[in-house]
């Protein structure tokens, strides 16, 4: 209980610095026409029974996922990834576990930006400081001829993200990364320079973890930090909302600041974004984005 009135804390102190100097942004609209996109759902849940078992032991995760080579916790804050070899169509699975303890959820809502001169972005440190060290750990056990795919949940996902351009700089082939409740790691200087990585976000549409750092924390040397890659929404029940990158970050800017209402931590939690994702595997619809509220409204208790 201590660490969950801590995340509210720290998610309150946040709020309360952004609201009332962003209050202009209820005025942004995004004129651009939401896009169909079937998404496969069934792929969507191969990525994120990963991201749950993350937090599980080495033995539990052997066991669910015996191809699995290597489980390792790295880093001040002991973030755990495994590492899977498919042999038969030679990928290789690097999963990185999600928030875990207190010490890691500071971690999500720091907002210093800090330049990687290696990628010649600005990223957000913590998260860079972590991936750098996975990234040390993993690269001597992984293989230059496999595809990567990644992924991971939360402060996972950031690293997921980051550690993925790391290996696309060193030549990996990366054939796709899909994450869960990602908070953003970069600004749009870092968007603009890899938003050709096939990078997916799946967001619950109640997360709050995504949109920190919020648009208000912005460093006024380097700008504020924003996402790349397509987004999922997902909704309750069959329906879902699908944004391309161009039109993610406009468009959730906005829903965060008229929709605070909605907002929760438990959203963000895997379990919930696993019974989100099963409850689009026989049938799922995409809805547009403008009628969100309609589906809030009709599954709300």
Known sequence: MRVQRSVFSIIALILSVGY???????????????????????TIKWYAARAGAAYDSEAEIKATFPD??????????????FLEFDTARKIQIVTIRGTANLKNIIEDVEYIESKNDRLGIHVHKGFDEDTFKIYQDIL?????DYAVRLTGHSLG???????????????????RLVNFGQPKFTNKQGVERYHTLPLTRIVDENDVVPLLPPA????????????????????????????????????????????????????????????????KLAKAEQVPYAARDVYLDRHAD
């Not at 699995?68 to 990834?81: K, P």
């Not at 996902?157 to 054939?175: P, R």
């Open 157 to 175: 996902a950031a690293i997921a993200t980051l550690l993925m351009i790391y290996l696309h700089e060193d030549g990996f082939e990366i054939q």
């Open 140 to 144: 001597p056990f992984l293989k230059k």
């Open 216 to 279: 208000t924390l912005v460093n006024a040397l380097h700008g504020g930090y924003e996402h790349m890659g397509d987004e999922v929404i997902l909704l309750k029940g069959e329906e879902y909302i699908y944004l391309e990158q161009h039109q993610a970050d406009t468009k959730k800017v906005e829903g965060f600041w008229n929709n605070l209402d909605h907002e929760s931590i438990k959203e963000h939690l895997i379990a919930n974004y696993l019974k989100n994702i099963n409850s």
């Open 20 to 42: 009332g100097c962003n209050m202009q942004q209820n005025n942004v609209v995004s004129q651009v026409p939401d896009v169909e996109k079937n998404i496969d759902f069934n």
């Open 68 to 81: 699995t080579v290597r489980v390792a916790q790295v880093g001040s804050t002991q973030v755990q990834y």
